[in-house]
């Protein structure tokens, strides 16, 4: 199952956690943030927390 962009619904690749593609995230938050929030949800992915069907942005 594709996952989508939650703002222009663009398929992702499903590389990374986060459900934004890369355009939409860096207008929306900036690159470095947009970076930042990939590496933070892709960490959380890969400790286990996103197999608890827990899908919350790590703080
Ligand atoms: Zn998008």
């Known amino acids: ?3 989508k962009c939650v703002y222009c619904s663009a398929e992702l690749s ?3 956690a986060v459900d934004v593609c890369e ?3 860096i207008s929306v938050w900036g690159e470095k ?3 930042a929030i ?3 949800m892709n960490a959380a992915r ?3 927390d996103l197999n608890q069907g827990n899908i919350g ?3």
């Open 57 to 59: 942005i790590a703080s």
């Open 38 to 40: 990939k590496d933070n």
């Open 46 to 48: 890969d400790s286990g």
């Open 14 to 16: 499903g590389e990374n």
């Open 33 to 35: 943030m947009f970076q």
């Open 1 to 3: 199952m594709a996952k």
């Open 23 to 25: 355009r939409c995230g």
